[in-house]
């Protein structure tokens, strides 16, 4: 199993819709920057048969700290979420 930076993905993408590494990166850049303006909005963005990216609320709880076991409050946040559509799901159960 390989890891794939985004090096890498900049450049198999620039390979295959012939365009140059420099455009492609401002790409994948804005891409990602209109998905996470989306995600902090708090709208969904969904790629029919890829996925859809959301957010989901974690609610405020008590944990330990492992080191001392002392019993800390782990603050409520919100997270990042990605649901595999079907397609991507079927592509890599091979």
Known sequence: MAK?????????IAEKVDMSKK???RVVDAVIEEITSQL???NEVAFVGFGT???????ARQGVN??????????ATT?????????????IKA
């Open 53 to 59: 990216f959301s957010t989901s609320d974690r609610a």
């Open 23 to 25: 455009d492609t990166e």
């Open 66 to 75: 492992p080191k001392t076991g002392e019993k800390i409050q782990i603050a």
């Open 79 to 91: 997270v990042p979420k990605f649901k595999a559509g079907k397609s991507l799901k079927e592509a």
């Open 4 to 12: 794939i930076n985004k090096g890498l993905f900049v450049d198999a």
């Open 40 to 42: 902090q909005s708090r």
